[in-house]
Structures are given as C-alpha cells and as structure tokens.
C-alpha cells in the first residue's frame, strides 16, 4: 500500500521519481590485526584508486555547474590522495603494526587533522584538516563497499530524501536532475526551503522521518502544494498527479500573462512587488517572474559560496551584476548576515546555546568591521551602476542602526575624497526583525531611509519559537494579531516619517496575509520570485478600502490567528 508522509509544503509544485538517499552512511569498523600487510596494502591502494576516479567526475561536474573555484576543493581532494609522504606513513602502520587499512589510515589522518586544526589562526590549514577528513571518509566508505552520496554525481532524474539540506547543499543540487526533495527537518522559512522556491524545485520539509521511511530508488511522489509525499504509488495515484503537475502547469501559464502588468488591486491602487535573490544569477528569476525590484539579496550567499571572505572586488563584481541585471529597478542589498543557521566554514563562531539569539547578522558586521568595511565599499562603488539600496539585517537597537549607518558614511566619504563614483541617493534601512525594535518603530523611522520586516525572525522572536523547528511550527503563526500590530506599528511609523515599508519575509508572498499587509498599507512586497505572478493575479481581485477595514478588523477585534484566517476568507470571497 502507497506510504505517505506529511510534512510542510516547501515550495510549490509536483514532481515525481526515485529515491535518491542523501544520508551519511554507517562508516564504524573495529580495528583488526591483519597477517598479510601487502594484501592489506593492496586493498587500501584499490580503494584509493576508486575514490580519485569517483572525485575526477564530481570535480568535472563542479566545475560545470558551479565554476573552477567551487571545483577547487575536489582538487585539493585529489592532491591528498597522491601525497606519498601521506601514504607512506599509512602503508608503514599496517606493515609494522599488522592493522587493517581502515585503522592505520584513520590513525594517521587524525593525526595530520589534530596538527592541522591546532594551528588556530591558520585559516588555511583548518580547511586542508577538512579536507583530509572529506577525503578518510570517502576512502574508508570504498574499504567498507558503502558509498557516500554525492549531489554532483546525479545522473538521472531523482527526488532527493534527506535528513536535512544545508543552504550549500541546496545550491549544488542540479535542476536538470533533481526534481524535488523532502527533509525531516525543517520549516517553511528555513533557508534550504527558501532555496526550493527560488529553484523552482518541488519541495516538502519537517516530515520528521522520510529518511527512515524511505530506500534508495523507490518511486516517490512529492507534492509540494499540499505538503505530502507517496512512496511506492499506484498507478492511480502516478495518474491523478501527472493530472495534477499539467493543471499547476496550465496555471502557471495563466499568471505568466501577467508579467509586464502593473501590481494594481481592483480599484486601482498600486504597490511594488519585488523578488528576494540569493546571488546574482538570480536576477534573470527575478526579471522572468516580472519583479519591480529586488527587495531582498540576501548577500551572505556571496560569503557561503566561497572559501574564503569574498574580496571587495568579487563583491563589487556581483552587486554590480544585480543592479545592472535589474536594468535600474531598486535592487536593496542586505549586509552580511551570517550565524543562526548560515555558517561560514573560514569563519568559526562560538559555539553558543542559542544561535539564533546570538553572535550575528549586524552583532557581527560591528564587531568585525574589517569585514564590514570591505563590504560596504564594495556596494558603494556598486552604487555607481544602478539603483542600489543598503539595509542592516537584525537591528535591535537605534545606537546598533546610528553605528552602522555612521561606518556607511565614513567609507562613503573616504571614495568620495579618492574620486571614486559613487551614486548620491543610496537609500539606507534596515530589516524589522526584533520584535523590541518594532516597538521603537516611531524613533528608528527618524534615522532610517525604509524599514522591511523580516517575518521570518520577527515571528520566531515575537512567539520564541524558532522557525527551523517543526515540532512547535504550530507557534509559527503569521496571522496572529500580535505580529500584526507589529507589523502595523512599522509600516505607520515609517509613513508619519515619510518614509516607505516593506516586507521581505516570506509572509509578504503568503496568499492568506497579503490581503491584511494591503490594508495595513505595505508599500513593497518582496518574496521568492515564482511566487510574484500569482500574488500580481490576487492583488488584481482585492478592494483596498475593503481591505483596510479588513486589516483593522484582524488587528483589533481577532482573538487567534484562526478567526484571522475566518475573516480574510469572508472578505476575499
Ligand atoms: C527574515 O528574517 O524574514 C528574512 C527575510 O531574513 P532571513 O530569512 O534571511 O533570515
Ligand atoms: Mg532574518
């Protein structure tokens, strides 16, 4: 009988076909005395032997799909494999000690890790320690007869079932061969769901056991709208989903007629709807989609996808690419917002009890202003080409908003004294995350160019549930009033002030909310860009006094999120 699994529903869309387990294997063996050392030898010899062939096809397909830099690391994999000085030591530990390859050569590599990762401030050689235990794993996998799962070796269509997808993960999985994915963590707003919906790739997270309820090639179904997956399903049910994809397919269609149309709602009042990008490439999403800006480039993925801090002119080199790619639509950069879920591996941070509460985002950019410095240098001159805004992510505070905007004007003014370009009218905000400094929204407005909310923290702060966790995603309530009246207090404080909100949490794009962020009067509207069209198609149905009595409705007279939910449906019928 067809299995099915529940989960969130990540990111819109049907796909179906075989299971392909993205799950680290059982890699324990015991140490053994072994009594012929040049067969032993010759084993691990064989085993090596198979892991450089398997690293010279996955190192061709990162240099394919993802450039010669990204492919950099499979080739210092390479290296490790041929290092006689390395090998010798391993092949003398079995000879003289009698232990089975697996033993001696993981003996040997802790070592070199230990050395290696002990040179603390060598950021160098804490990657070559990485690498050698990439490269342990993968050889010990061959000596077992288990293989390590690789993205970059799919070579057929698949849907990928893993325990979770890490941002980098995501971002190498091939859209020619991956037709969707399902993860047992996870929730709607995490960051290898956002990742889902920019790729277009069907996707359903926080289904808690799809890694143990599912093997390696059966056939699955996974349905990105509803949330749900079917492994192993009927003929029937294969029918009814390719009926299914071609409806989603035909409607799709619909709202791509809608692409050079205005965001305008029935009685003619018009709002801005932008496209949250991760890297540059995104752009030509964003443009297909009919985006009117770039709300939100999330530019961490520029620090995630590297090996070390991006330069200032690889920076400058992408934000340029985006405003130019935006042909002078607003394109608002978000400075680096690194820690909570997003690591960077040249970056060690503190281990800390609560992440997300932590060390991060702006916390970061005013502690380690070299870093800082680079990247606001680098978006100034950037600022030349096109219509480029800046904003902070996680203000919590007006002292945190006045020093970063305070570091912004004095590299501002140090180009402007050394001749370099620079545009005059880079709007400067900040990201509406923290619920303290929502309430301050009236004295942050005086500082400020424009607020976005970040719903996707604000929320996770505002209940303290944390918005990766599905366990409490029952917490994760958009609709509540309480996140409404934050949301309200933002959006009229900016407009007293003159200024404009928007919104680049993933609620901005929620179908059920945009109706309440009309009426509550959002200027700007950023969110994954699939999900543009169709908000453009809803807007083009709703009243925005109507709407206005709505959102006041929600705000002041709901009780939960349901009879929020009750409202907007007797209103938008
Ligand atoms: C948010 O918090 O709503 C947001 C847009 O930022 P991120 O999802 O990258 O944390
Ligand atoms: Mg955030």
Redesign the pocket.
């Known amino acids: 009988m067809t299995k099915v699994l529940n989960g969130i529903a990540a990111s819109d869309g049907i796909a179906a076909a075989k299971a392909y387990m993205l799950v680290q294997p059982d890699l324990s063996f015991e140490e053994k005395t072994i009594d012929n050392p040049d067969a032993e030898i010759e084993r691990l010899s064989a085993a090596v032997e198979t892991s450089k062939q398997e690293l010279e096809v996955i190192k061709q397909k990162a240099t394919e799909n993802l450039g010669a830099e990204e492919a950099q690391v499979f080739e210092a994999h390479l290296t490790i494999l041929s290092d006689p000085e390395l090998f010798g030591q391993i092949n003398d530990k079995i000879k003289n000690d009698k232990v089975n390859a697996e033993a001696a050569l993981k003996s040997v590599t802790d070592m070199f890790i230990q050395m290696f990762e002990a040179m603390e401030d060598n950021a160098y050689m804490q990657e070559r320690a990485g690498d050698i235990r990439d490269v342990t794993k993968r050889v010990i996998g061959h000596l077992l007869g288990v293989s390590i799962p690789n993205p970059a070796l799919i070579n057929e269509e698949v849907v990928i079932v893993a325990h979770d997808l890490t941002p980098s993960d995501t971002a190498q999985l091939d859209r020619n061969f991956v037709k969707g994915f399902i993860t047992d963590i996870g929730g709607r ?1 995490s ?1 290898s769901a ?1 990742m889902s919906r920019t790729l277009e790739i069907p996707a359903v997270v926080g289904s808690g056991n799809a890694t143990s309820e599912i093997s390696e090639g059966q056939m699955v179904i996974i349905d990105g709208l509803d949330g749900q997956a079917l492994v192993e399903p009927t003929d029937e049910e294969l029918e009814d989903y390719k009926a299914r994809a071609k409806a989603f397919a035909d409607q799709k269609a619909e709202w791509k007629l809608l692409k050079d149309a205005k965001s305008v709602t029935a009685d003619g009042k018009e709002v801005k709807l932008a496209a ?1 990008i991760g890297t540059p490439k995104d752009v030509e999403g964003a443009n297909d989609n009919g985006a009117e800006a770039v709300g ?1 480039f ?1 530019s961490e993925f520029l620090y995630m996808d590297a090996s070390e801090l991006p330069s200032e002119e690889d920076q400058f080199k992408a934000y340029k690419a985006a405003v130019e790619g935006m042909n002078g639509k607003q394109v608002v950069v978000r400075t680096m ?1 690194i820690g ?1 879920d997003k690591e960077l591996p040249y970056l060690p941070l503190p281990e800390e009890q609560n992440p997300f509460l932590g060390y991060r985002a702006i916390r970061i950019s005013l502690d380690r202003q070299d870093i800082f410095r680079t990247q606001l240098r680098a978006l100034l001159r950037a600022s030349h080409y096109g219509s480029l805004a800046i904003m902070f ?1 996680m203000i919590a505070t007006v002292q945190e908003f006045k020093d970063a905007k305070a570091i912004f004007e004095e590299e501002k003014a140090k180009l402007v004294a050394d001749g370099v370009p620079v545009s005059d009218d880079i709007e400067v905000g900040m ?1 509406m ?1 923290v619920p303290a400094a929502a309430m301050v929204a009236d004295k942050l407005a005086k500082y400020v160019d424009f607020f976005s909310i ?5 929320i996770g702060y505002s209940m303290a549930a944390d918005r990766g966790n599905e366990k409490i995603s029952y917490l994760y309530q958009p609709y509540n009033p309480s996140i409404l009246r934050l949301i309200k207090n933002t959006i009229e404080a900016s407009h007293k002030e003159g200024k404009w909100t928007g919104m ?3 609620m901005a794009g929620d179908q059920v909310a945009v109706p309440i962020l009309l009426g509550l009067g959002l200027d700007e509207f950023s969110m994954s860009a699939t999900s543009i069209l169709k908000t453009r198609s809803l807007l083009k149905t709703l009243d925005s006094k109507k709407m206005e009595e709505l959102a006041d409705k929600a705000v002041n007279d709901c009780e939960t999120a349901d009879e929020v939910v009750e409202l907007v449906n007797q209103y938008t019928k």
């Open positions: 707003t960051h956002i949250n939100l999330r917002d909570g992510p990201m995350e970040g719903t996707n923290d604000l680049c949490g993933e």
